[in-house]
């Protein structure tokens, strides 16, 4: 990998500037009718580098990233699987691009199409009855379902129900979406085998319940084997049941969440439908709900009228939970999901399901077969699995966060490291569909590798990684010490 | 298909490994009675040249030639560089950067980003992003509430000014929290004084102060942060980062500065795309950077003394704080960012300034273009930026329609808005215009005007 590169304020010479990309200078007669006393007084710390410094410049920046085109990215729970070019081809065509967003309807038919038949796809795969596109990520879906739980509560007078029931390997951000929401969280144990315990699930619902959030497969990268259960407790009890679409590539085209008694759920667009993860988004969070939460969805959604296709808003939903969004989402990332389910089709659908889930077992089975620990041996791993390196720890004293660190020197981006928490020394991997057999096998030999480094050469592994533009990086000193904007006087 | 790589020998060497008979056998704990069979309502695969097809065929049946619409989304012109570098795979196709070794570009870039986004609003930090300028207000309201130590009400100001469209995302994204917000009133397109005298002695949380606001009008920003100061209350602006490059920033206001700056980014480098990906700033005093939402990258050490970046101060984040976290957002808007970064770059202080200014210059044409038609008038006296009220003799709404008849966005009818405006009208020209454009637009108004006026 190139090493380390300049920070562009470093470049910047006065004066300097990509001057073939500025509009004419229309003088300071331009600006004479703006009251001085509004005016800015010194120019921004902007950097002043030409255009070929600043290509240059960001394009190495750029060479310092590990990334899915470029290296095998097993982050679980994120869903790294390959991003189709032409997702990204198709969506940028200069029409889509260049319409405003409140441009007029008629002039955005063939854009609104292609949302309707999306809103149309996800129902199918997810067995809800309605969906809506404006969610930004995957967050802020779930801040859209819970919202509509509330909202259904409060419809029928009674907004007493302000828990919301989590297991206590959830995402972070279901207890954290639940508090933006004004809710309470239940967290509850999950047995010995990964599954949710049900005596506490019993004694944890009641007349405060709102509902539950549940990942299936679970972040335990488990199947819930008795969902149907927890969806009949949650019910009776007057709750709803919440899906955390993070894991839904496990189960396209094999079981549907409608189907499991769920009345809400979301989908991370980025994950399961391949748009990009952009290194921390754009996503898109797209949320189905059943019957009963029609009328709360957020606006707007597309809605078709005799032959063409229109915005629905606040008028046409008045029960809604309003607006999440300037305008109507991540449209352009939406476009991509669209693209991509199109490219994949009924029968491609299927299949990702079946080779997530088909790379996930064998990988688990191979790391086994070299002297891995898997945190629920018994169980069939969904499209992740987790290990369990409290074994190494112990016995070599080297950490998960060590393996992690030194399969970068092997060319392989870690697997989530440290979550779920309640497995000690996990390391959470998933593989996706579009891994060939032949990089499965060939991070299996980089994992053996670091174990026999573990017995035999330990500082090796422990003083990872060796071959990065960075060492470990002291964290504390980062919080402590804080240096978040650069400075012409800064030490570097 | 589906992009998967593997053969039919693949497949089953893996089953043989694994020890399973078939794929269906991995499945196995899924109860049965829940398994679906087909997807019978999704269309059959197209492979990639009848996708183009498809796609380039729906495209065509979009778009009007001319816009002059902006109204919280703005078009400028976008150097090719910004988007040929921010597609890359290595930006386009990684995540959220938390393996910092393996992520130095991307983490680099955002304090980058925070360093050009914080001078911009002439604040102390920034963080990583939002999802857009909407949220990124409704974010900034619920921080205030954190972050005001002296203010126990929860009760946030809003002005009649700010995009409505905002103020229903605040509404729907912090009332669950028990936030109040209540909104201000408007005159001569403005927030006057005035409207604050009721909250005198009251507690108040936070102040917000849009500039420009969303007619485009130049709200006195000094006195508004003053006013929020005087009465413990926080100010938070909302501001366009192009305008920025000519307007007094937020860190300036008043005596001492606004406390919060949020606004929306797509100005800087991401085409209007129907709305998005779009992402929002924002940007606060030292003192509050562990009450704010979002990932924030640090510069620190590594293990051999050189420097390098790191997601830092992440014990506010969900992932580690969970329910008591600042914000459940998780994954932000990052390749907008990256956009918006290669932009600044590019622009520097004096293109983003002429930028501005031909911005400006281009709206001051089209409002003396148009409203020496009879019928249609400037709506407010006070100065504007890049951006205008028009109010006309007759409903806007027909005018539009002949007007995108002939292939031109003639603006946003804000009637359904601000009934209390009559026939008005929100437009914009950027540097994109010229003096034809403008040229265009007057003389297509004046024929539709003409034959409503016939009619």
């Known amino acids: ?492 | 298909m589906a992009f998967i790589p593997h053969t039919e020998a693949d497949v089953a060497a893996m089953l043989a490994a694994i020890g399973a008979d078939s794929i269906e056998q991995l499945f196995e704990e899924i109860p049965r009675e829940l398994r679906i069979r087909s997807l019978d309502g999704i269309p059959e695969a197209l492979n990639e040249m009848q996708v183009g097809r498809l796609m380039s065929a729906r495209a065509q049946r979009d778009g009007l030639r001319l816009n002059f619409i902006g109204a919280g989304a703005y078009e400028h012109h976008i150097p090719s560089a910004v988007w040929a570098i921010t597609t890359r795979g290595e930006f386009y196709s990684a995540y959220t950067p938390y393996q910092a070794e393996a992520s130095q570009g991307t983490l680099q870039l955002i304090y980058e980003f925070q360093t050009m986004i914080a001078g911009l609003t002439g604040m102390q930090v920034a963080n990583a992003s939002m999802y857009d300028g909407a949220s990124a207000c409704a974010e900034a309201a619920l921080m205030a509430v954190r972050a005001n130590r002296k203010s126990h009400a929860a009760r946030i100001l809003v002005p009649g000014t700010l995009h409505p469209h905002y103020r229903r995302v605040m509404q729907a994204t912090a009332a669950n929290q028990g936030l109040k917000f209540e909104e201000l009133p408007v005159a001569e397109g403005l927030t006057p004084l005035s409207a604050l005298q009721s909250f005198e002695g009251q507690d108040v949380t936070a102040l917000l102060i849009p500039q420009p606001n969303f007619f485009g009008q130049l709200e006195a920003v000094d006195a508004l942060t003053d006013w929020a100061h005087a009465h413990n209350a926080l100010a938070i602006a909302v501001v366009n980062p192009t305008a920025l490059a000519i307007l007094k920033p937020p860190g300036e206001w008043g005596a001492d500065g606004a406390d919060i700056a949020v606004g929306e980014g797509q100005p800087l480098g991401v085409p209007l795309s129907s709305g998005g990906p779009y992402f929002g700033f924002m940007t606060t005093r030292l003192d509050f950077v562990r009450q704010m939402p979002g990932r924030i990258v640090g510069r620190t050490l590594d293990a051999a003394g050189r420097a390098g970046f790191t997601l830092t101060l992440q014990a506010r984040e969900q992932h580690i704080r969970r329910a008591k976290a600042t914000s459940n957002i998780c994954t932000n808007q990052g390749l907008l960012m990256t956009a918006a970064t290669i932009y600044l770059s590019l622009l520097g202080p004096q293109g983003l300034a002429r930028t501005a200014a031909s911005a400006h210059a281009r709206t001051r044409e089209l409002v003396a273009t148009l409203t020496r038609l009879p019928g249609v008038r400037a709506a407010f006296p006070g100065p504007y930026f890049h951006e205008a009220v028009l109010q006309f003799d007759r409903p806007v709404a027909p005018l539009l329609r002949a007007l995108a008849a002939r292939g031109i966005a003639g603006g946003l009818d804000l009637s359904p808005y601000y009934p209390q405006l009559g026939h008005a009208l929100l437009v914009c020209a950027t540097e994109t215009k010229t003096a034809e454009d403008i040229a265009q637009y007057g003389a297509a108004l004046a024929e539709a005007m003409a034959a409503a006026r016939a009619a």
């Open chain 1, 1 to 492: 990998m190139p090493q380390q590169e300049k920070v562009i304020f470093e470049y910047s010479t006065p004066g300097r500037g990509a001057e073939d990309q500025w509009p004419q200078d229309p003088g300071e007669a331009a600006l004479a009718d703006l009251p001085a006393q509004l005016r800015r007084a010194h120019p921004p710390q902007l950097p002043e580098v030409g255009e070929l410094e600043a290509v240059r410049h960001f394009t190495r920046l750029s060479q310092l990233n590990f990334s899915i085109d470029t290296h095998f990215y097993p982050l679980g729970s994120c869903t790294m699987k390959y991003n189709p070019k032409a997702c990204n081809q198709y969506a940028m065509l200069p029409q889509f691009l260049a319409r405003h967003p409140l441009a007029p309807e008629s002039s955005g038919q063939g854009f609104l199409e292609c949302m309707h038949e999306l809103q149309e796809m996800l129902k199918e795969v997810t067995g809800m009855r309605g969906v809506a596109l404006s969610p930004m990520a995957g967050a802020h879906g779930e801040f859209a379902g819970v919202a509509m739980i509330r909202a259904y509560h409060r419809s029928r007078g009674d907004a007493a129900r302000n828990e919301i029931i989590v297991p206590e390997a959830a995402h972070g951000t279901n207890p954290a979406t639940a508090t933006m929401c004004g809710c309470l969280v239940r967290e509850i144990p999950v047995d010995a085998q990964g599954d949710v315990d049900l005596a506490a699930l019993k004694a944890a619902v009641g007349p405060k319940t709102a509902g539950i959030m549940l990942t299936n497969p679970s972040t335990l990268g488990v199947f819930e084997r008795h969902i149907a259960e927890v969806a009949r407790i949650v019910h009776e009890a007057g709750g709803l049941l919440y899906y955390d679409g993070a894991n839904l590539n496990a189960i396209l085209g094999k079981v549907r969440p409608g189907d499991m008694g769920f009345d809400v759920i979301h989908m991370n667009l980025h994950k399961t439908f391949s748009t990009p993860h952009g290194g921390g988004g754009p996503g898109a969070g797209a949320v189905g709900v059943g019957e009963r939460l029609l009328p709360f969805l957020p606006v707007p959604v597309v809605g078709r009228d005799g032959g063409g296709y229109r915005w629905l808003d606040e008028s046409d939903l008045p029960q809604t939970i309003g607006r999440l969004s300037c305008f109507m989402g991540n449209a352009g990332v939406l476009l991509r999901a669209y693209i991509y389910m199109r490219l994949l089709g009924r029968e491609g659908m299927r299949r990702v399901g079946e080779f997530a889930t088909l790379n996930a077992n064998y990988l688990l089975r191979r790391l086994t077969e070299a002297g891995f620990d898997a945190a629920y041996p018994q169980r069939r791993a969904s499209h992740e699995f987790i290990l369990t390196l409290k074994r190494q720890a112990r016995d070599l004293n080297v950490t998960a966060m060590d393996f992690a660190k030194r399969l970068l020197d092997y060319g392989f981006h870690a697997p989530t490291t440290y979550f779920p928490l309640l497995v000690p020394e996990c390391l959470l991997i998933e593989p996706t569909e579009t891994e060939s057999r032949e990089t499965l096998d060939a991070f299996v030999t980089a994992m053996s590798q670091i174990l026999k480094e573990a017995s035999e050469e330990p500082g090796r592994v422990t003083s990872a990684p060796h071959t990065m533009p960075v060492r470990r990086l002291d964290d504390v000193r980062a919080a402590r010490q804080l240096d978040l904007t650069w400075k012409p006087t800064a030490p570097s």
